[in-house]
């Protein structure tokens, strides 16, 4: 495997044809105002030891040269070792409802603002553990797998809305079957299932995904976000100027409330914990303190390519060349002299 540390420097490549032309059109030009000084008959007696071949050979391999150090500059490396690094972790499956209720501002700026915002930071703080992300409304789908590229992971959070998920609805029990079914279960790591809803109208068997995770010794804990008391879901246009409240099909507004019953019921039955969503607490926080506690296990081997830099295949070239190069004179050589017919030394 070959690649290149400053690959910028190959960019200047592009202009040694540019050099060339100019070298030629310079040449050309040269000669034509030596025929304008003096016939082509007369240079052998002017110019008895001028070349027209030292020219452009020392020019080809100056230009070669710039090529040997451009190429050099940009540090070809070849990956020639190759080591296996143990990996020691647990692996996290987030559920995040996006439904329309997460849209309430009971918790600022909005329920599900805040849900991403703590998993942002909850992913910052992971090392060397899997997390992947499964979204949620009426159906469940996987946002993304799991993985310990953060960096992927933030990217792909920050694209989650209230419009990832087109049909409406909280299936909580869909997403847990979707989490179990996305665990690889023959490496032995700790696994667990955070679930972030406000738990309002759930759909599908709850307690079958439950007992299931508890067949898999899966651990699973929930954040409550909202109001118990019930809030209504402001209603944007697209400027961003709230035009007013959803309201249902007789006109009513429509309150959202938290339904904690059901994710207490979760965790009790998943010996986990569940935790209520405020505007100041960090909740997930809490939870990542006791994913900490949980024994982690090798889940795998990352393969590690080492790359050794081979600059200097081309560095070492182009010094000598270039050092031969300096001491090669515009005059003619006798070994040269065979290839020119009579009086055209001086072209």
Known sequence: MIRFANIEFLYALFLIPLLIVFFWFTYKKQNKLLEKFAGTKLHAILFPLRSRFKSPFKFGLFAFTLVLLLIAL?????????????QIGIEVYILLDVSKSMLAEDIKPSRLEKAK??????????????????????EAYVQFPLTSDYSA?????????????PQAGTAIGPALQLALKSFRYDDGTKKAIVVITDGEDHEGDIDSAVDDANSKDVAIYAIGLGSPAGVPIPVYNQSGVQTGYKKDNQGNIVLTKLDETTLKSIVEKAEGKYYRGTNTEDELESIYNDLAKIEQTEYGTKKITEYEDRFYYFLFPAIIILFAEFFISFNRARWLMRFEKPGEAEQ
């Not at 940009?74 to 690094?85: C, F, S, Y």
């Not at 933030?154 to 998920?165: E, Q, R, T």
Request: proline share 2%.
């Open 74 to 86: 940009a540090n070809p490396q070849v990956g020639t070792k190759i080591e296996e690094a143990k």
């Open 117 to 138: 915002y703590e998993i942002s930071k909850l992913i910052q703080r992971l090392k060397g553990d899997r997390i992947g992300l499964i979204v949620f409304a009426g």
């Open 153 to 165: 992971a933030n990217l792909f959070l920050s694209a989650v809305d209230v419009n990832s998920v």
